[in-house]
């Protein structure tokens, strides 16, 4: 039997980004085979069609994308306790199941340079892979992967003061600060939530966004911070500005308040105030995805929790239309994640 996947076949483009037909896998001892619902794009996908991480990108032919959800049709060799119907999330990192990354482990990545999501089936071992709560959409389900598990992550390192309504900064509109504001305020937490566009700032108040700041009319967004905490500053600022962003993020964290070091979209060089971290004993902490352990934790949580419902862009994808979507991303008209329908 034959299926459909997205593979980069000979080069590293678009023009090589190309729909085939393969043999359907067999799923081996301790895997599970599912038959693939949905997948959400990140912009990491986007970079990966152009081998934008090196030999971390893998070798072509490559299956793109890590994020996606699917129901489980089949069971290898010495599974059990998995039901046939149910649906799992592979998670991103495959061979990261709990505790410190260490140095090998990103040589699992899904999407690159292991073969990722963008297949009508595909098996994975059901110990790197969790189930997803049944409230979720099929589309909701595939984006709890590479941004929420990353946003997740970023809100643990909050002091203790924060998960009972102590304030949270995210920055701008992309799915791990999404994650992170629904996350934070499903949690307790004030949020301040910062957008280069108007627009885009009354949809994040719609998400729950307490305050919000414009960082492109308000560059030193950092002391509107501040004005917003009586001088004192965040309890935790989720950055994925990088280069653009950290100096601001430094003023706005309060003393023995963290920083979440989570992205570089404004570059990865920056000059930084160091007594500002060290006289204030500000904390700065490198977030990196998550474990499957960690993955188990927040879909524990999310069950919990069931009212939890992820930014979806409006325009879900047909499979046919993945590589239109993965080429909208850098547009940056969506808001929300961008999911694509399988099946
Ligand atoms: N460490 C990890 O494990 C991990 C995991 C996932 C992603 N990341 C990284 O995290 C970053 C965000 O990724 P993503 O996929 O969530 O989103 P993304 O799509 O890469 O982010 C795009 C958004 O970033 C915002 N932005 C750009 N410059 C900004 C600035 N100077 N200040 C505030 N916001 C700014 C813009 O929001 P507005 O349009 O609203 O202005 C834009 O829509 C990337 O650098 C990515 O590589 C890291």
Not at 5 to 24: A, C, H, N, Y
Not at 181 to 192: E, N, P, S
Not at 216 to 233: M, R
Request: glycine residues 12%; contains cysteine.
């Amino acid at each position: 039997m034959t299926m459909k996947q997205w593979q980069i076949t000979d080069e590293w483009s678009f023009d090589g980004l190309k729909m085939v037909d393969v043999p359907r896998p067999e799923p081996g001892p301790g895997e599970v085979l599912l038959k693939m619902k949905a997948v959400s794009l990140n912009y990491r996908d986007y970079l990966m069609i152009g081998r934008g991480y090196g030999r971390m990108s893998g070798d072509l032919p490559l299956v793109p994308l890590s994020d996606g959800v699917g129901e489980v049709v089949a069971l290898g060799e010495g599974v059990d306790g998995v039901a046939i119907g149910s649906r799992r999330l592979p998670c991103f990192i495959r061979d990261w199941y709990s505790g410190d990354s260490g140095p090998s482990v990103f040589a699992s990545a899904l999407g690159g340079p292991l073969d990722g999501t963008a297949r009508e089936y595909m098996c994975t071992p059901v110990a790197s892979s969790v189930q997803v709560p049944d409230y979720f959409s099929d589309e909701a389900a595939a984006t709890l992967c590479c941004a929420a598990i990353t946003a997740w992550n970023a809100l643990a390192e909050m002091p203790a003061t924060a998960k009972d309504g102590g304030t949270v900064v995210t920055q701008g509109t992309g799915g791990v600060s999404l994650f992170a504001l629904q996350l934070a305020k499903a949690r307790g937490a004030r949020v301040i939530a910062t957008s280069s566009s108007d627009a885009k700032l009354e949809r994040l108040k719609a998400l729950g966004a307490d305050e919000t700041i414009n960082y492109s009319e308000t560059p030193e967004w950092g002391k509107e911070v501040l004005a917003l905490t009586d001088g004192v500053g965040a309890d935790l600022v989720v950055e994925i500005g990088g280069a653009d962003t950290i100096g601001q993020s430094m003023r706005a964290t309060r003393s023995d308040g963290t920083m979440s070091l989570v992205g570089n979209v404004g570059g990865s060089i920056a000059e930084v105030n160091l007594p500002l971290v060290f006289m204030f004993r500000k904390r700065m902490i490198g977030i990196s995805t998550g474990s499957v352990a960690d993955f188990q934790d927040m879909m524990t949580y999310l069950e919990d929790n069931p009212g939890f419902q992820p930014a979806l862009d409006d325009h879900i994808y047909d499979f046919d239309g993945l590589s239109t979507a993965l080429q909208a991303l850098p547009k940056g008209q969506h808001f929300g994640k961008i999911a694509v329908r399988i099946s």
